[in-house]
């Protein structure tokens, strides 16, 4: 299912709730969900934005009118938090969210710097390997020569 759907759904269903009376914290599997969402629409976004082949301009619009209507429903989301829950909650938030973020990154910069010292160890073994093969089949080749 596209990201933009689930979101618009997850969405829907936390502004209705919180309208009939439920509390914030009663829908924040509805939340996670949005937010889960919201940044897969974002990433979409970044990956249309990035590529060399970006294959029409209405995919481009496409992408770009989604993270705009995702920004929309944060913003409303931020008003429904300020609506129904206490005063520092969305701050909170926030801050929360940039910091899993931000150790998100980091811990991926960490798997790929880690899966790149692992590749340059294996070349290097691999060219050792390809040296010793070499001396090996010389030296083998040079003995049955000489006798």
């Given at each position: 299912m596209?990201?933009?759907?689930?979101?618009?759904?997850?969405?829907?269903?936390i502004k209705s709730s919180v309208e009939v009376g439920k509390q914030l914290t009663d829908?924040?599997?509805?939340?996670?969900k949005f937010v889960n969402q919201m940044t897969n629409v974002e990433e979409e976004h970044k990956k249309q934005k990035a590529s060399w082949f970006t294959s029409s301009n209405e995919e481009a619009l496409d992408t770009f009118f989604k993270i705009q209507k995702v920004h929309q429903m944060e913003e409303q989301l931020r008003e429904v938090f300020m609506l129904y829950g206490n005063i520092?909650?969305?701050?909170?938030?926030?801050?929360i969210r940039?910091?899993?973020?931000?150790?998100?990154?980091?811990?991926?910069?960490?798997?790929?710097?880690?899966?790149?010292?692992?590749?340059?160890f294996l070349t290097y073994a691999g060219l050792a390997l390809g040296v010793i093969a070499i001396i090996v089949i010389f030296s083998i080749n040079y003995f049955m020569l000489t006798k």
């Open positions: 596209d990201p933009i759907t689930i979101a618009t759904a997850a969405f829907s269903a829908v924040s599997g509805q939340i996670i520092n909650m969305w701050n909170e938030f926030v801050a940039a910091k899993v973020r931000k150790e998100r990154q980091i811990a991926k910069a960490k798997k790929q710097r880690e899966r790149a010292e692992l590749l340059q």
